[in-house]
């Protein structure tokens, strides 16, 4: 079990900056990958950025260049830094954390966190 909260998200200019943080807790050595994604009323949700065990990163191309996705070595926390924010970035957005057990694989979500771009 991974319980997932995420913290953050307000309401922010055009242009401006916000900082995403998740902190896992429970079974953090499961984790394989951790992500971020989000949600917007009436479509589904869709992958913004992850993060592997390795490190290895992948980004939506809509926020590539401003969007960064890190964490720390113990996969306690989950970040993702935006900038220069658009309204269309305005969405409740998850954090993601994609686990193994015996060869079961299994995701956990957090509640979500909600960010809204808007002058």
């Known amino acids: 079990q991974v319980e997932l909260v995420e913290s953050g998200g307000g309401l922010v200019q055009p242009g401006g900056s916000l900082k995403l943080s998740c902190i896992a807790s429970?079974?953090?050595?499961?984790?394989?990958?951790m992500g971020w994604y989000r949600q917007v009323p009436g479509k589904q949700r869709e992958l913004v950025a992850s993060i592997s065990n390795g490190g290895a990163t992948n980004y939506v191309d809509s926020v590539k260049g401003r969007f960064t996705i890190s964490r720390d070595a113990a996969w306690n926390t989950l970040y993702l830094q935006m900038n220069n924010l658009k309204p269309e970035d305005s969405a409740v957005y998850y954090c993601n954390a994609d686990t193994e057990r015996h060869g079961v694989r299994r995701a956990y979500w957090g509640q979500g966190t909600q960010v809204t771009v808007s002058s």
């Open positions: 429970g079974s953090v050595y499961r984790i394989k990958g």
